[in-house]
């Protein structure tokens, strides 16, 4: 039963906020490290992370001191003229990405939209032809716009918004010879994110990766990797695809980047930063204003300050192995995969929404991923107390479901 003020919210909510979320009834206030906590003081422990987002985990004082000082100096410009945290919040990302150009945007589905266009504005300068083709990945997610959901590979999001953007085939996932199928001269880009997420928790194969670039290079094709989830520190790397030993021509990042504040960007390698978009071409009012900038800059201090990228290399043996063992005392639990901090474990027989509500129930905030997945993003500052924390609730709630 809802105390009397969650329920007001909820009810008020759903009176003035269009319906296109099945939100869990509960209503949060605040937050510490990997804890939230809602209206009626209720803690839970936090393996989502608004879906990937709060890396630093909550209340990390630097990151708000930063913010609120950039309230009181300068929230908005508009790119028409400069502001002094621009090129230092670029100048780390490029720092961490070893790419050549940064366009920062409000959201990951904005770079997406702008990796597109790059993408083909390439290809248009290189043979002056507008009937170029992207081969995306079936189970990927991209985003909500027409253009990011054209690239989305899963039906039932695209369905309803037909006709989308033309010039999109699908390949399957870690299947190279799926991909080969679709090649041909029209071929401008492959977009495909280096660790699944949506789609079920799935990294990239490092012989498959690897086959792709090796095909981008030689049909001089555009690889675009999206790291809007997988990004930022969380694989145990900046990015997941320096774990392979590969480098896109166009990269994706969200989420994370900002650290709650709304900030995406697609960082461009050399030869698409020297011919693709120029002036006129692409645009954005908010993206990259002083005030997430100055969000970007704390963000990546707090990484180098914390040394969370090293945090989460040394702590993901633990959580793995924890999984694992959670996995091997449920037959209900088949199998875990993904990568560092981005983890997820395949459920059978039970509904996998009907877990993930009963975790919140018990305090812990989870994810789902695919129509059979647990997914695990915590803050990378969660710790091995936290993930013996994690486990116990969840193995109390499996335990119940059996």
Not at 337 to 352: D, Y
Not at 378 to 387: H, R, T
């Amino acid at each position: 039963m809802n105390s009397q003020e969650t329920q007001s919210v909820i009810d008020r909510t759903e009176e003035s906020i269009l319906f296109t979320y099945r939100r869990f009834p509960v209503v949060f206030r605040s937050g510490k490290g990997v804890t939230l906590k809602d209206v009626d003081g209720k803690e839970y422990l936090d393996f989502g992370s608004g879906i990937g987002v709060y890396a630093l985990g909550y209340g990390n004082e630097a990151y708000n001191k930063a913010l609120k000082d950039q309230i009181d100096l300068l929230m908005h410009t508009s790119n028409l003229f400069y502001h002094e945290n621009l090129p230092s919040a670029a100048e780390k990302l490029l720092k961490a990405c070893s790419l050549s150009k940064v366009f920062f945007t409000n959201s990951g589905t904005e770079a997406v939209e702008g990796a597109i266009k790059a993408a083909r504005k390439y290809a248009y300068l290189k043979d002056g032809r507008n009937d170029h083709e992207i081969i995306a990945m079936e189970k990927s997610f991209h985003g909500r716009s027409i253009g990011s959901l054209s690239v989305t590979g899963t039906k039932h999001y695209r369905d309803p918004f037909e006709p989308l953007m033309g010039g999109v085939k699908f390949a399957q996932f870690n299947d190279f010879d799926s991909i080969m199928s679709q090649v041909n001269d029209r071929t401008c880009a492959i977009i495909l994110e280096t660790v699944q997420g949506e789609g079920g928790i799935y990294p990239a194969d490092p012989e498959f990766l690897k086959k792709v670039r090796q095909l981008c290079d030689e049909k001089d094709i555009v690889l675009i990797l999206d790291e809007i989830q997988c990004g930022m520190g969380r694989s145990g790397s900046w990015f997941a695809w320096q774990n392979y030993g590969v480098k896109p021509d166009i990269m994706t990042t969200a989420k994370a980047l900002g650290g709650g504040v709304p900030v995406g960007a697609f960082v461009l390698g050399e030869k698409c930063a020297e011919s693709s978009l120029v002036p006129g071409d692409h645009g954005t009012t908010y993206g990259g204003n002083p005030f997430v900038c100055a969000a970007v800059n704390a963000v990546f201090d707090e990484f180098e300050k914390q040394d969370l990228i090293g945090h989460v290399k040394k702590t993901t043996p633990y959580l793995e192995a924890k999984l694992d063992e959670l996995v091997k005392g449920h037959e209900c639990l088949t199998a875990r995969r993904g990568m560092g901090f981005m983890q997820g474990v395949v459920v059978k027989e039970i509904p996998v929404g009907k877990i993930v509500s009963a975790c919140i129930e018990n305090g812990l905030v989870v994810l789902s991923a695919g129509s059979d997945v647990i997914r695990l993003l915590p803050p990378l500052v969660a710790g091995e107390n936290e993930i013996d924390d994690m486990i116990c609730i969840l193995d109390k709630v499996i335990t119940e479901f059996e």
